[in-house]
């Protein structure tokens, strides 16, 4: 028995559901068939796992990383990157950024402690879940072989395995959301059911609060799917009418809308202001895309070095384009293309392209996009389009197109390869970097253990540890004892803003430093990213009379120095 759920009066299902019942000819081989995908699919995100769990613990916990482990272990340090409170808890880690990863690795870090193991293997096995959810996704579009190629090829991706391994950004709630929001939509399209649509719009909703910039995909999501895949709705239009669905759709409406209220505002405020060059945007987002995706800028970042070889991930955006451009023609214009089934993967291919136009574009207009974290919200669309495309392509060619066909299938295996294979080339660039003795960029070095060792060994005798430079503070707290975080003290901010001859001086050296022991951190020289601060804590020691004697210094595996750290004994 086959069921199809049609889309269109001659049309073609959006997803094909076959279930094949009896002893027909052929029936073991349509079970097997995506049996054999899904084990292969299951070795890739297994092997995913694996290159992500290598040395885990290198490059070092990096400070942004490690933003949400004062409101995860408790809020001991006061309301260090604890934006905004309800009823006494943690509501906004930063202005446009939430406290759902911090309320997610509670239990975590209560059960099992906080190290780089427990900071890093629940992302890496989230985003395994994320792949999961897309390789089902593609399952039900594509069939069980396109997908497995599609997952081997966006998880082999470096961006998506080394954002992941420190969830740069972050990226990985991101990531998640939106693949369970795509699956939810195209689940709902398929049968109606509320509880797809509940699933969209739960993860939307979650996207949101983990991170304001979410609302680029949600925004992409509205043009995207009635502009692409307005037949499918108008199948649902019944569904779409019923009470639950309705109902489901006003609290949606009402809980985005006291979210992005309860961002607005201080997002609002930390946006800088001045005319917006559209032109510069456009280079710069394109130049931050293509730098991400082909390794580049992350691997930089990691080991301030180049890398030797980049990916060819972000060639996928040609065919894409194309592909995208071909569907948006065949939207218009449906008559030209005469197979109903290449009509539907055409609506496909239109959807993700438009997802990742509409998407390109927010980031152009929005001037604080300009890190590897934001460009990551891009991940996926173009394979999931060209797959659409291609499929299409395929399906218009006649049966008996026997050499079109075989030359159609050459050229699409011999792209998947170059392309994979450049990807696992930086995969391999990257996880040899991170093992043995070498060096790192020094907001990333794993001197941050040693250095956390020291600090550890030595402050049951010490009343406080400051840091004054930017990229230590958030990692320190956090692997410290629970005993022990109140003494730790993250002053960047106040040392960068500081002037040593202001009245306020006295007032910081009585709160931090008279009649105490304290161990003062810093970045060995040339590590320092705001030097300003290093610059006015020396002139702060000088004016106040403070003796900072020989440091003890932390070398990186490499031997090189990274940080410094000072035992200071000050007066009363």
């Known amino acids: 028995m086959v069921r199809h759920l049609r889309c269109e009066a001659r049309g073609a299902p959006l ?50 990383e490690a933003l949400f482990l004062n409101a995860a272990t408790g809020a001991h340090g006061g309301d260090a990157f604890i934006y ?6 943690p509501l906004l880690l930063m202005s446009y950024i939430g406290a759902l990863k911090a309320y997610l690795f509670y239990p975590i870090f209560r059960v099992f402690g ?11 096995l989230l985003t395994a879940a994320a792949l999961v959810g897309t390789y089902l996704l593609a399952r039900r579009l594509f069939g069980g072989r396109v997908a497995a190629v599609l997952l081997l090829v966006v998880a082999s991706e470096p961006a998506l395995i080394f954002t992941t391994r420190t969830d740069w950004g972050p990226v990985v709630l991101m990531t998640f959301f939106k693949v369970m929001a795509l699956n939810g939509l195209f689940l709902f399209l398929r049968d109606g059911r509320v509880r797809w649509l509940l699933l969209l719009y739960g993860s939307l909703l979650a996207g949101i609060y983990d991170k304001l910039n979410f609302l680029w995909f949600v925004a992409a999501l509205l043009v995207a ?28 409406a009402g809980l985005a809308a006291l979210m992005v209220a309860a961002f607005l505002p201080a997002a609002l405020h930390d946006v800088n202001g001045g005319p917006l060059d559209l032109r510069q945007r456009f280079a710069d987002v394109r130049q931050l895309f293509t730098t991400t995706f ?44 005469r197979n109903p089934e290449a009509r539907r993967d055409l609506r496909i291919a239109l959807f993700f392209a438009l997802l990742f136009a509409v998407t390109f574009a927010e980031m152009v207009a929005t001037r604080s996009a300009t890190g590897p974290h934001h460009v990551m919200t891009l991940w996926a669309f173009t394979a999931f389009s060209i797959a659409a495309a291609l499929r299409a392509a395929w399906r218009a060619l006649p049966p008996h197109a026997v050499r079109p066909r075989w030359a159609v299938a050459a050229i699409v295996a011999a792209a998947t390869v170059a392309v994979t294979a450049s990807q696992v080339a930086v995969d391999a660039e990257f996880v040899a970097a991170f093992h043995g003795n070498n060096s790192f960029n020094a907001p990333w070095s794993p001197a941050i253990y040693p250095l956390s060792d020291l600090l550890e060994g030595r402050i049951a005798g010490a009343d406080e540890v400051v840091t004054v430079d930017w990229g230590m503070g958030n990692q320190l707290y956090g692997f410290a004892s629970a005993a022990d975080r109140p003494k730790y003290h993250d002053l960047w901010v106040l040392f960068q803003l500081l002037d040593p001859a202001s009245p306020d001086a006295p ?9 105490r022991r304290v161990l003062v951190v810093l970045h060995a020289p ?25 440091p003890q210094v932390v070398r990186d595996p490499a031997g090189l120095p990274v940080f410094l750290v000072y035992d200071l004994d000050v007066a009363s």
């Open 294 to 337: 082909d390794g580049s800028v992350v691997y930089g970042w990691m080991t301030a070095r180049n890398l030797a070889f980049t990916a060819w991930t972000p060639w996928l955006v040609l065919p894409a384009a194309v592909g995208g451009l071909v569907a948006a023609v065949a939207r218009v214009v449906p008559a030209r293309v």
């Open 15 to 64: 997803l094909d559901l076959r279930a094949v019942t009896g002893a027909a000819t052929g029936a073991h081989v349509r079970r097997r068939r995506p049996a054999i995908a899904t084990v292969v699919a299951g070795l890739i995100v297994v092997g995913f796992v694996a290159v992500c769990t290598v040395d885990i613990s290198r490059p070092g916990v990096e400070y942004d």
């Open 507 to 515: 007032a910081v050296r009585q709160a931090f430093f008279a009649g």
């Open 114 to 124: 906080v190290s780089a193991l427990t900071i890093r293997l629940p992302v890496i």
């Open 526 to 550: 040339g590590n320092v990213t705001f030097p300003q601060a290093r610059a006015h804590f020396m002139a702060f020691a000088a004016e106040s009379g403070i003796a900072l004697g020989r």
């Open 84 to 89: 905004r409170r309800l009823f006494g808890h």
């Open 225 to 252: 799917t009635p502009l692409a895949l307005w037949p499918e709705l108008r199948e649902r239009s019944r569904e779409l009418r019923s009470r639950g669905v309705l109902s489901s759709n006003v609290v949606f």
